[in-house]
């Protein structure tokens, strides 16, 4: 497909141009940031029909994407990746003054990661502004896809307004990312809704257009400020952090109760007011957006003077809910000192390689404080293990972990642990123990194999 030349856009008859401005066609766009967000993004707006290029400040990664691989695992991800290089139509740039000219919307992805003050740390964001208060014109639109406080959409306009003058300048929108790790391609395929925030009509609508030129089925596209748009993402993380911790701490009442704990989270869940998704107790929710976002919130409410009391909670219950984890397995063995734990599962969550923030690396590490030994495997975190967890030994399987263990522990619910040999698990451990973090498997099938098993509110 043609890519369309700036400023060809469809007018509908009988309606101002200011209403109605609808790409005919594939709209040239810049991504920067070749991460997770980035790379979805990019390669999903070429399934589209636009043409994208993507700019990669780290060499490593940027030489890696043009030689056609996708520099960590992300399912789904090499396949759209590969049918969008075979388009023609996605190409990669290290040089980001060249590569948004002549494009019509320039979509951030950069990452906003938290400082040590717990705000997130916009340098990545600022430096990616300055070039863009150079460079821009008028008839482009910034589009913020990265997580950023809220007020920062404005800010970034007035940057480019200092740099541009007040009648030159591009239009900021604030287009928050809902995507999932592990799920991310069909989340931007299948979106519950799409976010746009800004404060010029045309732009809105603009940014819309990009994605209702792709869409299969009608999806809700909620217009609104700016300043609202950047909250509703950090409410909605916030939010489910709140959602997994309340079925975290229930299902350790459920332990003590003698209640199952999925028995429960599937009846609340079919009250639509409740939600029947994010009802899974595990170890403790992770990752490199929900702490971080209930931090930049809570940041928010005090920089206000007002006190975001079930977010702090939030946050003290999951760290506790970790040590609840180590305090069953220390149970499960009579005493962590001199035992020998094999833990399954290092990523945060299953289907993507990524362990920031994952509830093993604090599991891993109490095991570790109160004298455990710990062997590790997970199917796709190996590479990332060594920066996150450099003092634990790697299995070359979950048999290999298993052996000689006096317990396995199932941090992670990837697949291929659930459809483990559980009697080759249990003949080659020194004691049958196993604390499934996941509710993986059930009571009734590890007392099959004789493995005496703890999970997480499955009475
Ligand atoms: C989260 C949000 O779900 C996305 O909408 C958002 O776009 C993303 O953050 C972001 O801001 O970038 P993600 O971090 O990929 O996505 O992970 P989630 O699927 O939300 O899971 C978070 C953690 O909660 C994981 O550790 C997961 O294992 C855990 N979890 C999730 C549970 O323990 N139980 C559940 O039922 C669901």
């Known amino acids: 497909m043609e890519s369309l030349p700036r400023g060809a856009y469809n007018t509908e008859p009988g309606r101002s141009a200011s209403h109605e401005i609808r790409p005919l066609a594939g709209v040239p766009i810049c991504v920067i940031g070749g991460g997770f967000v ?53 190409t990669f740039s290290g040089d980001l003054d060249e590569a948004v000219k002549d494009q019509r919307a320039i979509f951030i992805a950069v990452g906003t990661p938290p400082a040590d003050s717990g705000r997130a740390d916009l340098g990545a964001l600022g430096e990616v502004t300055e070039i863009l208060a150079r460079v821009l014109d008028s008839s482009q639109i910034v589009v913020l896809k990265s997580t950023v406080p809220v007020g920062t959409g404005a800010r970034v306009r007035r940057l480019l307004e200092e740099r541009a003058g007040t009648d030159k300048v591009a239009s900021v929108i604030n287009n928050p990312e809902f995507l999932r790790e592990g799920n991310a391609v069909h989340d931007f395929f299948h979106p519950p809704r799409i976010v746009i925030g800004g404060d010029r009509h045309e732009a809105v609508e603009f940014v819309s257009h990009i994605y209702r030129l792709g869409m299969t089925h009608p999806v809700p596209i909620v217009v609104t400020n700016n300043e609202t748009a950047e909250l509703i993402k950090y409410a909605s993380n916030a939010f489910l952090a709140t959602k997994i911790g309340f079925i975290n701490e229930l299902s350790g009442l459920c332990d003590l109760a003698g209640v199952n704990i999925l028995e429960v989270a599937r009846a609340i869940g079919m009250d639509p007011r409740i939600g029947s998704e994010f009802l899974n107790p595990g170890p403790g929710w992770g990752g490199s957006c929900l702490r971080k976002d209930l931090l930049e919130l809570s940041g928010l409410a005090d920089s206000h003077g007002y006190e975001l009391m079930i977010g ?34 290092l990523s945060f969550k299953a289907d993507t390689s990524d362990m920031r923030d994952s509830a093993a690396i604090p599991v891993v590490r109490h095991l570790l404080q109160a004298g455990a030994e710990v062997i590790a495997f997970d199917p796709k975190a190996m590479p990332e293990a060594p920066h996150y967890l450099p003092e634990v030994p790697l299995a070359a399987d979950a048999y290999e972990a298993a052996r000689d263990a006096d317990c396995v ?41 004789g493995i005496n098993y703890a999970s997480m509110g499955q009475a």
């Not at 973090?437 to 590890?446: G, M, Q, S, W």
């Open 38 to 90: 980035g790379l979805v993004a990019a390669a999903g707006f070429v399934q589209f029909g636009h043409t994208v290029v993507c700019v990669e400040k780290d060499r490593d990664k940027l030489e890696q994407l043009r030689s056609g691989s996708v520099p960590f695992y992300e399912k789904d991800l090499d396949s759209l990746f590969r049918d969008a290089q075979r388009t023609g139509r996605l």
């Open 409 to 449: 522990v199932i941090l992670t619910e990837w697949q291929e642990f659930q459809l483990l040999d559980l009697r080759r698990i249990a003949e080659t451990m020194r004691h049958p123990n196993m604390m499934d973090a996941r509710n993986l498997l059930t009571p009734e099938l590890a007392a099959r194999y």
């Open 312 to 345: 702090r909670s939030v946050l003290e219950a999951n760290l506790r809910h970790q040590e609840y984890v180590v305090a069953r397995i220390s149970k499960l063995v009579g005493g962590l000192r001199g035992s020998r734990i094999a833990v399954l599962g």
